[in-house]
Nanobody
Framework: QVQLVESGGGLVQAGGSLRLSCVAS????????MAWFRQVPGKQREFVAS????????NYGDSVKGRFTISRDNAKNTVYLQMSRSTPEDTAVYYCATSSGGYSGTYSRNYDYWGQGTQVTVSS
């Protein structure tokens, strides 16, 4: 059973930085791509970023491109999301996700495993 546990959320001022972490267990971490999504109440889950198995390829949603960085440490079974130049529009619950089939695209429905989420609040 795959388990994903996010941490690192909290309150940050606009323009500030925050680093989220997601620790995975239950299968060989380095075999699978990982992704981050976010969601605000009443809206659909939004793709934030994804990273390939070895970290050599990354993809970002348009709203975070150039501000957020996804990375992974396969030795620690951990994927990170470094948030920079945050804006109040980044306020959301952030989730990490992975799929059983190696999917790394932008559609949340194609991901099978999700963490419980971590709240990020950016104050203006």
């Amino acid at each position: 059973q795959v388990q994903l546990v996010e941490s690192g959320g909290g309150l940050v001022q606009a323009g500030g930085s925050l680093r989220l972490s997601c620790v995975a267990s239950g299968r060989t971490f380095s075999w699978y791509a990982m992704a981050w999504f976010r969601q605000v109440p009443g809206k659909q889950r939004e793709f934030v970023a994804s990273i390939s198995r070895n970290g050599g390829s990354t993809n970002y949603g348009d709203s975070v491109k150039g501000r957020f960085t996804i990375s992974r440490d396969n030795a620690k079974n951990t994927v990170y999301l470094q948030m920079s130049r945050s804006t109040p529009e980044d306020t959301a619950v952030y989730y990490c996700a992975t799929s059983s089939g190696g999917y790394s695209g932008t559609y949340s429905r194609n991901y099978d495993y999700w963490g419980q989420g971590t709240q990020v609040t950016v104050s203006s």
